[in-house]
Structures are given as C-alpha cells and as structure tokens.
C-alpha cells in the first residue's frame, strides 16, 4: 500500500513537472477581450449613473466587484473549456499552475479593499491604481507559463497603476475613467497578444 502511494506521488510530481514546463492555452483571447469590454461598459454605465462616484465609494467600487466577478467568471469557463481541448490529461495541472500565479495578487485586491474599507476609508480612492499594479503583478507572475510577450501587457498595468496614483492624489477623487480605460485598454492588449503569439515558441520551454 505504500509503494502504490509513492507511486500514485511520483505520478502527480510528474505531472506538475510537465505542466510547469509547458506553455499555458486556456486563455482565450475572446474572453479576455470580453473582460475589456465589461470594463468599458461599467466606466459607461458609472459616468452615466454615478454623479459622485467619490462621495459614494462603496456603491462605485461595488460595481466594478461586480465587473471583475463577471470577467473571472467568463475566463473561467472558457480556461476550463480550452484546457481540456489543448492539455487534454494535462488539464487539471495546468489550471492548477494559473491559478497558483495568478490568484496571490487577486486575493490580495480583495482583501485590500476590504481593509481599506474598514480601517481607512478616506484612502480607498488609492484602489483603481494599487488593484492595476497588483494585476500587473499577477501577470509578470504568468509570463513563465504564457507567451513572453504578455509582460507588455503587465507593463502597462504597472505602469497605469502608478500614474492612476499620482493623478487621484491631486483630488483624492473616484472616477470610472482613470479605473476603466487601463483595464480596458489592458484586457484588449493581452487578448492581442495572446491572439498573434505563437505559445509554442513565444512561451519559455
């Protein structure tokens, strides 16, 4: 019985060694261009309906927890979709390495806004630029498994997060533009590369 479950180990160990070198396929340059426009939608609808989106924080950045709750939930099932036509047995392992590098720093966007929330609400207008860096974090984490050519993508997000900063620090002011237009524009840049990029050469062995 111990032998088997050394064995059983060996086979999984195998597994995740294979999958840690193999080039990521479950995103689909569609749903992660949807997400975009979730996002330009949501700018939209708050600059429409949103006459203070700072004097009422909790209602602006429940909204865009809604928009992000979609997009997961769009890449989600199109990542569950492609993995099992492109990894085949390799499927399970291969969303189980994304989701290891991707979700720290989704995790830590929620519980940010959470503390921030709670503890120091008069900083929340800090988020739209600390959750950019934190998925341009999210993505340079990724660019191992994915096309190199995503960390352009990453760079924008870091860089987009660090202006956003400065910009609100002037006002202290929420607006949907300066949190919509980087994902916007963001989203589509990552559904470009992943459309024209060559996973099986652009990836690293």
Do not use: C
Not at 38 to 51: R, S
Not at 138 to 159: C, D, E, M, N, Q
Request: aromatic letters at 12%; glycine letters at 10%.
């Amino acid at each position: 019985m111990r032998d088997l479950d050394k064995a059983l180990a060996d086979i999984i160990t195998i597994r995740s060694q294979i999958a840690a070198g193999t080039a990521f396929r479950g995103y689909g340059p569609a749903a992660i261009a949807a997400t975009g426009g979730v996002a330009l939608m949501t700018a939209i609808l708050q600059y429409l309906w949103l006459d203070d989106p700072t004097g009422h924080p909790l209602t602006f950045l429940f909204g865009w927890a809604v928009a992000a709750a979609l997009s997961a939930l769009m890449i989600w099932i199109e990542m569950q979709a492609r993995s099992r036509r492109h990894h085949s047995g390799l499927a399970d392992a291969m969303i189980h390495q994304a989701l290891e590098q991707f979700l720290p720093s989704g995790i830590a966007g929620v519980l940010l806004a959470v503390v921030l929330g709670k503890f120091a609400p008069e900083a929340l207008w800090m988020l739209p630029g600390l959750w950019q860096v934190l998925v341009s974090l999210g993505v340079f984490a990724s660019v191992r498994s994915l096309p190199r050519t995503v960390a352009f993508a990453g760079g924008w997000y870091f860089a987009a997060g660090f202006v956003v900063l400065v910009l609100a620090s002037q006002n202290h002011a929420l607006s949907p533009w300066t949190m919509g237009l980087p994902f916007v524009i963001g989203q589509w840049l990552m559904a470009a590369i992943l459309y024209f990029a060559s996973g099986e050469t652009d990836a690293e062995d």
